[in-house]
């Protein structure tokens, strides 16, 4: 069992190294424990600091990427050199890096795919209770799109299988963290939640600028996967609803006809036949991200064929 542990790093020379000492050097049932650091194109030191620390593996963006595509190229050099399991953890040091053996563990014994760290956002001291209400709110909508159940879905405290991370086809530049769980619950992986504590804030999210910004990036980030998985789900409901908005018009202006009040009630009319022109183009879009949806199974099965052959050990 192989396992590396990837910390991707814009800039975290300040708490990179408390990371990499937390990082546990042995865990029962891993025979092989690597730590990657994803340098983000960083300015600073981090590098250099990683080396010290005796990291051996890393991959750089010469310039700065994004958290998602840093995610994935990190996993696709774990894959690439044999990972079982892809940890990830960040680098400013707000997860508890003992608890990597915990993370692991309903992977190692096939009782989940993907397993994530429940921060209990409830408890965090630093959290406000609008953040708070925000976090609980933002994974209710994940768990719905997903058809999951999940206390925590913005945690970056995960570990994947080889197996899901095969599966798994990120898309979004930005919040990845949700993607991957409508993904995967889509797919029906197994996932699982670990009660995590995390360490005291050590600086302010540099992803997101304030709350606001987090919940529109989240929520765009959550439409966009749901729209992926669940295209019928939105238009069949919008079509409905305006078909029923336009048949009322419709049926006031035939009753008024039938009544010998064939004159007037055109406003009825022109305004049902533009709720009516609304329902229909919602049917269209249906049927087309229908086929859509087709297209994508046949070519996310295409994938993970090949990164089933690209990545064999
Ligand atoms: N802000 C930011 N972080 C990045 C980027 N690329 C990689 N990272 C790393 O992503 C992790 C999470 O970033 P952070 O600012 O702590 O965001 P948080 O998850 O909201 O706390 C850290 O380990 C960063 O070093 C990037 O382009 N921007
Ligand atoms: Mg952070």
């Keep these: 069992m192989k396992v590396f542990v990837q910390i991707p ?12 000492e937390s990082i546990p050097k042995q865990i029962s049932g891993v025979d092989q424990l690597e730590i990657l650091v994803v340098n983000d194109g960083s300015s600073d030191k981090t590098v250099e600091v990683a080396k010290k620390h005796g990291v051996k593996h890393f991959v750089h963006h010469t310039r700065n990427m994004g958290l998602a595509r ?16 892809v940890v990830n953890t960040d680098g400013d040091n707000q997860y508890p890096q003992s608890r990597i053996a915990d993370l692991v563990k309903p992977i190692i014994n096939d009782q989940a795919d993907i397993v994530i760290g429940d921060r209990q956002t409830a408890k965090i001291a630093h959290f406000s209770p609008f953040k708070k209400l925000m976090q609980r709110v933002g994974s209710r909508v994940v768990n719905f799109a997903a058809g999951t159940d999940l206390p925590d879905a913005a ?37 699982a ?3 995590i504590e995390t360490n005291k804030k050590t600086r302010e999210s540099r992803l997101f600028k304030n709350i606001w910004h987090h919940m529109l990036q989240s929520g765009k980030a959550i439409l966009r996967s749901y729209i992926m998985y669940r295209p019928h789900v939105i238009f069949a409901t919008l079509g409905s609803v305006l078909f029923v908005v336009a048949a009322i018009p419709f049926i006031r202006f035939l009753i008024f006809f039938f009544q010998g009040e064939s004159a007037g009630h055109l406003q009825s009319l022109i305004f049902g036949s533009a709720m009516l022109v609304g329902s229909l183009l919602s049917f269209a879009l249906l049927i087309i991200s229908d086929l859509q949806r087709t297209n994508r199974v046949l070519l996310e099965d295409q994938l993970e064929r090949i990164k089933e ?3 064999r050990k």
């Design 9 to 20: 790093c814009l800039n975290e020379e300040a708490t990179l190294p408390s990371v990499l």
């Design 193 to 195: 939640s670990v009660k």
């Design 309 to 311: 052959i690209q990545y």
């Design 70 to 85: 840093s995610f994935r190229d990190g996993v696709d050099y774990a894959l690439k050199h044999g990972a079982d399991i």
């Design 155 to 191: 945690s970056g405290f995960r570990a994947y299988s080889r197996n899901s991370l095969v599966k798994l086809n990120i898309v979004t530049q930005f919040s990845y963290c949700m993607e991957t769980i409508i993904q995967a619950g889509n797919k029906r992986l197994r996932i």
